[in-house]
């Protein structure tokens, strides 16, 4: 039975080099994307360049928002050139509150609002958007920077000496992580002249003995 013989054959001879461009492509695929800059295989880099999420230490609460486009839109970080210093403002109010505030404007719609951290006045530290996410915090600077709200016992906005401390600690791990020299630490004020965080606004001293305790 020549025939049938020869049409297997045949499309054996067609299959072959089918297979092996679909599994040269896959190949290609792969290594393209370990390559070009957006690579999902490419460890250590984000979509345009900045380096992956830290792992978190356990002195900070990972407790994130709600993705909603009033606190936690989802969009992607592509670069981290600085840290943003803010004070919640609200005197007396903890972290959980101001967290639960941000989480809630999912439903509220009150405004847009939100900060990577917020630090409480007993110290605690809870991380509400991861740090390849914009947070809506710093203005025309949430496309490139971390921001850190600080919980406060009174009008004149002075940290307890406990969120003091997580504060350099923080900024002291994200700065070392991400590669940021003391000009990168800024203050809301620095952007929009808002008087936030308002006791680091008036005394700019405190500023600058703040950074050097960063940097020590
Ligand atoms: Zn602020």
């Not at 360049?49 to 928002?65: F, H, N, S």
């Not at 486009?69 to 903890?94: D, Q």
């Not at 999912?106 to 530290?125: L, M, P, R």
């Amino acid at each position: 039975m020549p025939t049938p013989t020869r049409t297997r054959r045949r499309r054996r001879s067609f299959l072959l080099p089918l297979v092996l461009l679909l599994l040269l492509s896959f190949v290609a695929g792969f290594f393209a994307g370990r390559l070009t800059p957006g690579g999902t295989a490419s460890p250590g880099k984000t979509a345009a360049g900045a380096k992956a999420p830290p792992a978190m230490p356990d002195w900070v609460t990972v407790d994130l928002l709600p993705q909603n486009k009033y606190s936690r839109p989802g969009t992607a970080l592509r670069e981290i050139n600085g840290i943003v210093i803010h004070y919640v403002g609200n005197p007396g109010t903890t972290a959980r509150q101001n967290r639960n505030y941000f989480a809630g404007l999912a439903t509220t719609h009150e405004t847009s609002a939100s900060s990577h951290f917020v630090i409480g006045i007993n110290g605690e530290i809870l991380q509400c958007i991861p740090l390849d996410e914009i947070a809506y915090c710093s203005n025309s600077r949430n496309v490139d920077t971390i921001s850190i709200e600080c919980c406060h016992p009174g009008e004149d906005g002075q940290f307890t000496q406990e969120t003091y401390d997580s504060l350099v600690r923080l900024t002291a791990y994200l700065a070392d992580y991400y590669g940021l020299d003391r000009d990168d630490i800024i203050r809301h004020y620095d952007v929009t002249g808002k008087l936030c965080p308002l006791y680091f606004v008036e005394h700019e001293d405190a500023w600058e003995d703040f950074k050097d305790e960063v940097f020590r």
